[in-house]
């Protein structure tokens, strides 16, 4: 059982700047793959960013509406990932949920989101 708790999350202008932080907690950890997801207003959820496993290489990927613009990172000590979203625009504007999954054993887990507003 993995348990995530995001935070970080609020209004900011457009060019600015936000970091959001996942807390993670239970057990091997360093085996999941860390993502951010977003879910706007009438829309799907999508995948912002993710790592991979430390026993995977924690290689990066990122959607292609931000690349550039937002790096994920995580802490393997400390338990958490991050996003630093730079250069923020209007359709930035969402509920991101930070999520764990390992595919191969079908475990996933999901926070409960944080609103990030873009809006001058």
């Known amino acids: 059982q993995v348990q995530l708790v995001e935070s970080g999350g609020g209004l900011v202008q457009p060019g600015g700047s936000l970091r959001l932080s996942c807390a993670a907690s239970?057990?091997?950890?360093?085996?999941?793959?860390m993502g951010w997801y977003r879910q706007a207003p009438g829309k799907q959820r999508e995948l912002v960013a993710s790592i991979a496993s430390v026993t995977s290489g924690g290689n990066t990927n990122y959607a292609d509406s931000v690349k550039g613009r937002f790096t994920i990172s995580r802490d393997n000590a400390k338990n958490s990932v991050d996003l630093q979203m730079n250069s923020l625009k209007h359709e930035d504007t969402a509920v991101y949920y930070c999520?764990?999954?390992?595919?191969?054993?079908?475990?996933?887990?999901w926070g409960h989101g944080t609103q990030v507003t873009v809006s001058s």
């Open positions: 239970g057990s091997m950890l360093t085996l999941y793959t």
């Open positions: 999520n764990a999954k390992i595919d191969s054993i079908g475990a996933i887990y």
